[in-house]
């Protein structure tokens, strides 16, 4: 389906949100519609955010250009395996826009862009994808139009960290991500969203330093049984933060070192 018939259908939104609520007893709706904006957040910027960041392009991005074909698949994270809802994409007009100077061009592109404008395409694209699902998640669990619009900001910061990594341009990703994302007026905009590094010492490896994304939303989870809040959450403070993500960094160095023989 494209994401526009999913937006505009009664009954693929109820699907979805009973499908978050069924890993937790007793999910309120407004934690439901955190975690589907969370979930199809990521399965939006996985498909775009590494098109952007490793070889400057912004397909069309407007929700009838944009087909899923769901599915659900195993997920590691922190050590832990769960099944999570993912999603084939494809992008259905061949219109591209890309980077200026694109060296050889790209099949299909229909413009050439300097990086401002390129970032200024991509926010807009993003905003225009997500306003429609907003919309229908905000009338139907009243959950606020603004956490909502954060947890989109997070999903896309965090891919944008991640594809850095990848494809060995950290920075500049770092830079456009806070270009798109904190632009005023934007509903994507909010004061919390950043980035920011830790450093840990180790008697072997030395001085490890780590980029992480400090959310500027809340996917609500501390609400349900046994659920806490997540260490870069907007409502954790600095502090706690950094010392909860340093013993995370401790543990992998622990988990990752080389056995002796």
Same mark, same amino acid.
């Given at each position: 389906m494209t994401a526009a018939s999913l937006f505009a259908s009664d009954a693929a939104i109820e699907e979805y949100l009973r499908y978050e609520g069924s890993f937790h007893a007793n999910m309120d709706?407004?934690?439901?519609? #955190?975690?589907?904006?969370?979930?199809?957040?990521?399965? &939006?910027?996985?498909?775009?955010?590494?098109?952007?960041?490793? *070889?400057?392009?912004?397909?069309? %991005?407007? @929700? /009838?250009? &944009? #087909?899923? !074909?769901?599915?659900v698949t195993p997920i590691e994270h922190d050590g832990h395996v769960h099944e999570a809802r993912r999603a084939h994409v494809r992008f259905l007009s061949p219109d591209i826009q890309t980077v200026r100077g694109t060296?050889?061009?790209?099949?299909?592109?229909?413009g050439n862009l300097d990086d401002d404008a390129l970032c200024d395409l991509f926010r807009h694209s993003v905003e225009g994808h997500f306003h429609p699902l907003v919309g229908q998640l905000h009338a139907r669990t009243n +959950?606020? /139009?603004n956490a909502l619009w954060r947890l989109v900001a997070?999903?896309?910061?965090?891919? &944008? +960290?991640?594809?850095?990594? /990848? &494809?060995? /341009?950290?920075? =500049?990703?770092? #830079?456009?991500?806070?270009?798109?994302?904190?632009? @005023?007026?934007?509903? %994507?905009c909010n004061r919390q969203l950043h980035y *920011?590094? %830790?450093? %840990?010492?180790? =008697?072997?490896?030395? =001085?490890?330093? !780590?980029t992480f994304r400090a959310r500027g939303g809340c996917c609500r989870h501390y609400t349900v049984d046994d659920g806490a809040v997540c260490p870069t959450c907007v409502l954790n403070t600095p502090e706690r933060r950094d010392a909860e993500l340093r013993m995370a960094m401790r543990q992998h160095v622990l988990r990752t070192r080389p056995t002796s023989s």
């Open positions: 709706r407004k934690t439901c519609a #955190a975690a589907m904006m969370a979930d199809y957040g990521y399965i &939006f910027s996985t498909a775009v955010v590494p098109l952007f960041v490793g *070889f400057g392009i912004v397909p069309d %991005l407007s @929700p /009838r250009q &944009f #087909a899923l !074909h769901f599915h060296d050889p061009p790209c099949p299909g592109e229909t +959950l606020a /139009r997070d999903a896309v910061a965090a891919t &944008f +960290l991640d594809a850095g990594r /990848r &494809f060995g /341009r950290i920075e =500049e990703a770092k #830079a456009a991500a806070m270009t798109i994302l904190k632009q @005023p007026g934007s509903p %994507l *920011f590094d %830790l450093t %840990l010492s180790d =008697e072997d490896c030395g =001085e490890i330093s !780590h």
